[in-house]
């Protein structure tokens, strides 16, 4: 076999993992942003700045919340309990600490202290938890586009080929969630204020960029005979391809329906898909071709997989947009976010419940045709995800309201009210003013154009290195190395 059909069979024919095991993954990701925010507080820092030095920032922002994402996918993949109850030890180690230095700063009790904090004021309106969410899933893109090609990467971590779900499997249907958390449809201001047809207008506008660079991996794929998986979008289609569709499509359908229905119409949209995909030959097609030998001959038949998911992704980002109608809604204190949070955790709850009544009734999850039960997992795991990072905000929040000074970039600023029998001084930040060194904002600030240094650094790892009988030590450093060069370039750019 040639290299290129070596690694093309390396990444392929696979059955991923548990629901579970993708889920303690992900928990990863929320408890390492905890343990950096309960570090700063228990330093009790006096601006968002940690140090006189960006390179200082940079280091420490790398080592605890990116390093232990490449390290729990690689040499710690088989021990993710442990790294969890290892940072939840770390943590609750630093809130410790933490409340040693209340007791003796504060005479007021720990009663007194949390009946004022659910009356405190939430910051200005935003939502980190939200910008937190998206910036973790292109940095868990970034390590598993390249990891996946080394053998140190969990091949169960890998996408599936038709059914089960992968770690990887979770990616483009958490980008198109998360992109309709923040869309424009989701904020109810631009909602009010401009019309459907210029909201409809500005989408397509937008999606420009997507299309240039779905055009330009689709000819730089096919110049250097790069190898692909072809059962995951087709032949010519790509994740760029996707987005696009979708933003534009969902644009359109949310045009002729009130805010308050955009749920039903997406649930219709994604039963009326798995309700085809029974009671016809698409999922027949989708599988293996109009000739049912897997042939790729014709646009549609070498494109069927992009083309036909469509429809389902479609119904996850009008899901997403009803989440973010809700999430971004205007809550002032913060016993409303923490009755917001429990909604949500019953949300999640009942769409993972729901999810073993379908794999067992109707089809197990299938990203290679982003059926019914794909879509309740793919939006089950996002809002459980949300709600870990809302809940560790609210815990930093605790933290930062017990210790007056300190300050976590990136996360809620809690503002004592006039309930509040705490003595303590409230640090301010006005996001608009000031650009904090954090790795958090510096992603944020350029996603995509991250992801598009992700790709092409994978490609030129690549095609210079024998990925797949690389030593565990090598494949090790390739990745750390590739990730630490990714951040810094997005960094420098903030």
Same mark, same amino acid.
């Given at each position: 076999m040639s290299s290129k059909h070596l690694k093309e069979a390396f990444i392929g024919n696979l059955n991923g993992t548990s629901i579970t095991e993708i889920s303690s993954g992900l928990g990863v990701t929320?408890? =390492?942003?905890?343990?950096?925010?309960?570090?700063?507080?228990?330093?009790?820092?006096?601006?968002? @700045?940690?140090?006189?030095?960006?390179?200082v920032d940079f280091f420490i922002d790398y080592i605890l919340l990116v390093l232990p994402l490449v390290l729990s996918c690689t040499i710690f993949s088989d021990a993710l309990?442990? @790294?969890?109850?290892?940072?939840?030890?770390? =943590?609750?180690?630093?809130?410790?600490? *933490?409340?040693?230095k209340r007791n003796k700063s504060m005479k007021a009790s720990l009663h007194n202290i949390c009946q004022s904090f659910l009356n405190a004021h939430v910051g200005n309106g935003t939502v980190p938890a939200v910008t937190t969410l998206r910036v973790s899933l292109n940095v868990l893109t970034a390590v598993s586009i390249l990891g996946v090609d080394f053998p140190i990467f969990p091949r169960r971590y890998a996408k599936t080929e038709t059914y089960g779900t992968g770690v990887m499997d979770i990616g483009v249907g958490c980008f198109i969630f998360g992109n309709a958390l923040v869309s424009p449809e989701a904020r109810t201001q631009e909602r009010v204020t401009l019309?459907?047809?210029?909201?409809?207008?500005?989408?397509?506008?937008?999606?420009?960029?997507?299309? @240039?660079?779905?055009?330009?991996?689709?000819?730089?794929?096919?110049?250097v005979d790069y190898q692909e998986h072809v059962t995951e979008y087709g032949v010519h289609w790509n994740f760029f391809f996707t987005l696009a569709t979708v933003r534009v499509l969902s644009s359109l359908l949310m045009t002729l329906v009130p805010p308050q229905r955009i749920w039903f119409v997406a649930l219709t949209i994604i039963i009326g898909y798995q309700f085809?995909?029974?009671v016809t030959d698409l999922k027949s097609f989708l599988l293996y071709g109009s000739d049912s030998q897997g042939t790729r001959v014709g646009f549609l038949n070498a494109n069927r997989e992009g083309i036909f998911s469509v429809v389902g992704y479609v119904g996850i980002y009008m899901i997403g947009v009803q989440v973010g109608l809700y999430i971004l809604k205007k809550r002032m204190l913060v016993k409303e976010w923490i009755s917001a949070i429990c909604s949500l955790v019953l949300l999640s709850s009942g769409l993972f419940i729901s999810i073993t009544f379908f794999q067992i009734y109707v089809e197990p999850v299938s990203r290679r045709m982003a059926n019914l039960p794909f879509?309740?997992?793919?939006?089950?795991?996002?809002?459980?995800?949300?709600?870990?990072?809302?809940?560790?905000?609210?815990?930093?929040?605790f933290?930062?309201?017990m210790t007056p000074g300190s300050n976590v970039p990136s996360t809620w600023n809690i503002r004592s009210t006039s309930y509040s029998s705490v003595r303590r001084v409230t640090s301010?930040?006005?996001?608009?003013?000031?650009?904090?060194? =954090?790795?958090?904002?510096? *992603?944020?600030?350029?996603?995509?154009?991250?992801?598009?240094?992700?790709?092409?650094?994978?490609?030129i790892v690549n095609m210079t290195i024998d990925t797949i009988h690389s030593s565990n030590l090598l494949s090790l450093f390739v990745l750390v190395i590739y990730m630490f060069s990714n951040c810094l370039i997005v960094y420098l750019l903030h």
């Open positions: 929320t408890l =390492c942003i905890l343990f950096r925010g309960l570090l700063f507080i228990s330093l009790c820092r006096k601006s968002a @700045v940690l140090s006189n030095s960006w390179k309990h442990i @790294v969890l109850l290892s940072i939840v030890a770390l =943590c609750l180690l630093l809130f410790y600490i *933490i409340g040693r019309s459907h047809f210029f909201r409809v207008k500005k989408q397509i506008l937008s999606v420009w960029p997507l299309i @240039v660079l779905g055009l330009a991996r689709l000819i730089s794929v096919k110049a085809f995909l029974e879509c309740i997992w793919i939006i089950g795991q996002c809002v459980a995800w949300l709600c870990s990072f809302l809940i560790c905000d609210l815990i930093l929040a933290a930062e309201y301010t930040k006005d996001s608009n003013k000031e650009v904090h060194q =954090c790795l958090i904002e510096a *992603i944020n600030r350029n996603q995509l154009l991250y992801f598009l240094i992700a790709n092409i650094l994978t490609g």
